[in-house]
């Protein structure tokens, strides 16, 4: 088999950076190659959804940081998804490669969570995709930190 472009999205190159601090941003097709400033809330989770999966959007990529960590959890689901998980839109579509102390890998999540009271302001999720899946390489100093959530 030959090798072949699989995709040439265009990004930001990490040159924009952007704040989340509330609940259901939907990322969408142009936030490629931005950085995105994550704030944990005291009183609820954060859930932002990844774009819906397409051989269009084949090398859109971004940086998730945390910034505030407090109480409650921070979601970045695969597109279509809740929290809690499911079986709907992009589910079990993250390959989750975290590198701590344990090393943990998951081939199938639906969920990167910055967990409440256990992740570290600094944490950092990279993530991308070849247009089937999402790639995920994720940086923390707490191995409960940071973790996948497959439902």
Sequence with gaps: ??????????SFGEQIVESIDTTGKQLEKND???????DQNGTADVDINLPELSTSIAGWNAKFVLRTAAANDFHIMA?????????????????????TDSNTTAASADVIQFTGGAASAGAFCDILTDGTS??????DVADAGVVSVDS
Excluded at 79 to 99: H, K, M, R
Aim: glycine share 14%; with cysteine; net charge negative.
């Design 32 to 38: 490629s190659g931005k950085i995105f400033m994550c």
């Design 79 to 99: 597109y279509g998804n809740v929290a809690a998980g499911g079986t709907s839109g992009d589910a079990d579509t993250i390959v989750y490669t975290e590198l």
């Design 134 to 139: 999402w790639y995920a390489y994720i940086r």
């Design 1 to 10: 088999m030959a090798n072949v472009q699989i995709g040439s999205h265009p």
